[in-house]
């Protein structure tokens, strides 16, 4: 079973999973990709993953089945499992936690060669449904603190399958990154009484050097300080704190600027391996006017080495003014 | 010039660098390894790099040309440069600061086919003492408030070349992670009075389970919760807090160790690409009881993909205790 473990210095907590490799060896080259014929998630193998736990089926459709549009499946290597007891324990000066939590794949299309680009309005308002519907669901579960949806497309962005998909993992406690988010966005609050991404949307929109697209009530930006070249965010421009309380609508709009931003970004940069994770309110915490929810996409186009991973900094060669521009200028 | 932005939520500072690519099809394709043969760093091309800041050799010999046993020089597309004023400036809610500091190379051997673990510990002493040289150097300049060395090794690890070699960038404020180790350490010293690096280091060379070698004064050990594979923190057995504080004899001790990890891991993982990070106390606080400097080293074995990076929680498949199992049994 995995376990949660955490540094005594920082705070932060680290996934040790031994569901999967760990020999040396194992380390030493990369995993080969699965050709189209032998892809576990494409239509007509639905017996190669675990059992579904939500799909987009016609009515009469058998489970496990053909004839879907979307599957959530669990992870078949999952960082962390639902079943078993949530037990912590120490050992000296450090601390433990067993591997509670649930780690699900969203099988974003039954076709092999998709992507989430290429998929309609509705199939991606589909997608985002089954998030919320999966995080709607593991709410109800009182071990766990938080849901992280999340995307890795192409080998060099952590994918290890091809096949559209996206995943999420649910975790007991709330991650760190989220935490510090939740801390800065709450002082920020108890300064100015505004929510920090509401007056940033605000600025944006005004100055417009950073603005990538605005649509049906989701604007997509360049951040002020990104980490990486052509991050960027989308935010519903009204507040919300949690993506879960989404309406139907609400995931329209944010299907229509994903697709849309997407399919720039493909344009711009050759379909370029990325990176996306949706930050939401704790699940404990759903309707904070400090928090915003907003989804940060990171195409995958430097390598971070020494400096980043000792620092924290980010070295980006590209000021988000310039990436915007270029974004904002590309065909939709 | 580069510049300093600072992200409003969470307070992580980035560079954004404006001396390297920057059109899009810039990011495109990955930079070529230059060959052996137009390396800029080998002995006999002195005058392809700024001229030497510092360098390892006999008595009469003269700068910028061969003889040398080390060279310290400017990164020729520095991050962050040493000529100009420290501004700041806000721009609505954000914040920027002047791309002020330093960044520079150390060349660590003349030949181009050989690495840190390869060289002798007189070698890698010099190299060591370098770094301590440029430190103390650098802390005369008050706009700086940190030096931080670090090691690309291996194009995955982010090396754009193969001659051995390491850099050090000087910022002008405390890197995030940094001042995150800092809080975390004051915060345990407030509460126990004693150096929670101290701390682990008692608990690990009693319990001996994440123990990988001890020698002269310096221990490796698997750090209970890394994040990554055969995660390696070198540190010195005695309270330290500033790395440019060490005698000539530490360093001596240091660069046993370190050459003695680094052919144990190169056998155990086949020469790995990987990078190492020096965490010293900042430049104004060089001696602080809670703080404890040490190097830490992460071989480039797995991916970090969209949880990584949207949680701050890393996935781990490998246990420290069977990482430092491997690593103590291998040869050194």
Same mark, same amino acid.
């Given at each position: 079973?995995?376990?949660?473990?955490?540094?005594?210095?920082?705070?932060?907590?680290?996934?040790?999973?031994?569901?999967?490799?760990?020999?040396?060896?194992?380390?030493?080259?990369?995993?080969?990709?699965?050709?189209?014929?032998?892809?576990?998630?494409?239509?007509?193998?639905?017996?190669?993953?675990?059992?579904?736990?939500?799909?987009?089926?016609?009515?009469?459709?058998?489970?496990?089945?053909?004839?879907?549009?979307?599957?959530?499946?669990?992870?078949?290597?999952?960082?962390?499992?639902?079943?078993?007891?949530?037990?912590?324990?120490?050992?000296?000066?450090?601390?433990?936690?067993?591997?509670?939590?649930?780690?699900?794949?969203?099988?974003?299309?039954?076709?092999?060669?998709?992507?989430?680009?290429?998929?309609?309005?509705?199939?991606?308002?589909?997608?985002?449904?089954?998030? #919320?519907?999966?995080?709607?669901?593991?709410?109800?579960?009182?071990?766990?603190?938080?849901?992280?949806?999340?995307?890795?497309?192409?080998?060099?962005?952590?994918?290890?399958?091809?096949?559209?998909?996206?995943?999420?993992?649910?975790?007991?406690?709330?991650?760190?990154?989220?935490?510090?988010?939740?801390?800065?966005?709450?002082?920020?609050?108890?300064?100015?009484?505004?929510?920090?991404?509401?007056?940033?949307?605000?600025?944006? #929109?005004?100055?417009?050097?950073?603005?990538?697209?605005?649509?049906?009530?989701?604007?997509?930006?360049?951040?002020?300080?990104? #980490?990486?070249?052509?991050?960027?965010?989308?935010?519903?421009?009204?507040?919300?704190?949690?993506?879960?309380?989404?309406?139907?609508?609400?995931?329209?709009?944010?299907?229509?600027?994903?697709?849309?931003f997407l399919r720039r970004m493909n344009r711009?940069?050759?379909?370029?391996?990325f990176n996306f994770m949706l930050h939401t309110a704790p699940l404990r915490e759903g309707?904070?006017?400090?928090?915003?929810?907003?989804?940060?996409?990171?195409?995958?186009?430097?390598?971070?080495?020494?400096?980043?991973?000792?620092?924290?900094?980010?070295?980006?060669?590209?000021?988000?003014?310039?990436?915007?521009?270029?974004?904002?200028?590309?065909?939709?």
């Amino acid at each position: 079973m995995s376990e949660l473990r955490k540094d005594p210095v920082v705070g932060r907590w680290v996934i040790i999973s031994t569901e999967r490799a760990r020999r040396p060896s194992d380390f030493v080259s990369q995993p080969v990709r699965p050709l189209a014929a032998d892809c576990a998630f494409c239509e007509g193998r639905e017996g190669t993953t675990p059992p579904e736990i939500l799909a987009g089926r016609p009515a009469g459709s058998e489970p496990n089945g053909p004839g879907w549009t979307y599957r959530v499946v669990p992870n078949k290597y999952p960082a962390l499992r639902i079943e078993g007891d949530l037990e912590t324990a120490g050992e000296g000066l450090f601390d433990r936690m067993t591997g509670i939590g649930a780690h699900e794949v969203v099988i974003e299309a039954p076709q092999h060669a998709t992507s989430l680009a290429a998929l309609g309005v509705d199939a991606v308002t589909d997608v985002l449904l089954a998030f #919320r519907e999966r995080a709607r669901d593991l709410k109800k579960d009182p071990r766990l603190a938080y849901v992280l949806v999340f995307k890795n497309h192409g080998e060099a962005a952590g994918a290890s399958l091809e096949h559209p998909h996206s995943q999420l993992i649910a975790t007991p406690i709330i991650p760190i990154m989220v935490a510090e988010e939740l801390t800065g966005a709450a002082q920020y609050f108890q300064m100015k009484e505004r929510c920090v991404w509401c007056d940033m949307l605000r600025q944006e #929109r005004r100055g417009g050097l950073r603005l990538i697209l605005e649509t049906q009530g989701f604007v997509a930006l360049a951040p002020f300080a990104p #980490r990486f070249p052509f991050e960027t965010w989308i935010l519903p421009v009204h507040h919300r704190a949690a993506f879960e309380d989404c309406t139907e609508e609400e995931l329209r709009g944010l299907a229509t600027a994903l697709g849309e931003f997407l399919r720039r970004m493909n344009r711009v940069l050759s379909d370029p391996p990325f990176n996306f994770m949706l930050h939401t309110a704790p699940l404990r915490e759903g309707h904070l006017e400090s928090f915003h929810w907003h989804l940060e996409i990171i195409p995958k186009l430097t390598r971070v080495a020494g400096f980043e991973w000792g620092s924290g900094f980010f070295i980006n060669p590209m000021p988000p003014e310039d990436a915007a521009d270029v974004l904002r200028a590309g065909p939709g």
